[in-house]
């Protein structure tokens, strides 16, 4: 049962309403127009723009994006790290403790159902590391889990908590699945792709379970780093 200090949203009416109209461009157009913008600005530049740079420009952009459009939200949750700090270390150690034998539990769950299916997601991320390492860890590890985090559990779960935890905990956790794979199964017109969004089920609802039981967004950021940091520790050695 989570305690008083749960999270909630506090977002105000103009973030509540720009923070979603950001949240749909982020999940359902930017994906699908981000190689043609680029394409475009290398005609009006001249020069090629290395994937790499690609990937930081655009991530950049979208972290400067969360600040704007989120800022009295990102404070208030600042506030709430600082008087809760004990609470955020002790909900963050044990959230890694719950993903890991979740994850694992999953993860055998599904290569007995879905066997030796290729996640196109991992190879593609796969691929970005092997380019260009540094601007990779500094996407996943940094730009990316503080996007992901405000969007799918600031907004989405600690908006819909407001109706429903168990909605929200549902619905934030599926969004964050359905990011991962939607454009692989699109491009490659595989219905197969979209069942290997049950992989990204524990990371949505541990870091959801972050959020609300410790108050402040800043766990399920700090959380979320680190589990991408150690991924990719463990597929550069």
Known sequence: MASKTAATTHMNRTERLAGTIF??????????????????????????????????LYYYFLFALTLIIFHSFLALTTTRLFDGLNRSLTTLFLSLLVFYGANE?????CRLFLGSRVNLNDVTIAAQVNAAPRTTALIVVFLAPFVEEVL??????????????????????????????????????????????????????????????????????????????????????
């Open 152 to 237: 799918f559990r600031g907004l989405v779960f600690g908006c819909l908590k407001e109706k429903s935890r168990v909605v929200a905990y549902a619905i934030s956790a599926l969004l964050f699945a359905f990011l991962y794979v939607w454009r692989f199964a699109l491009s490659s017109w595989s219905a197969a792709q979209l069942i290997l969004l049950a992989q990204y089920l524990v990371p949505g609802l541990v870091f959801a379970w972050a959020f609300d039981r410790s108050g402040t967004l800043w766990t399920s950021i700090l959380l979320h780093g680190v589990v991408n940091a150690l991924a990719l520790w463990v597929a550069l050695s």
């Open 23 to 56: 949240f749909v461009v982020y999940l359902l157009v930017m994906p699908l127009l981000l190689d043609k913008l680029f394409s475009m600005a290398e005609v009006l530049l001249g020069a090629r723009i290395e994937p790499g740079l690609q990937n930081a």
């Open 105 to 109: 539990l999953l993860y055998r769950v």
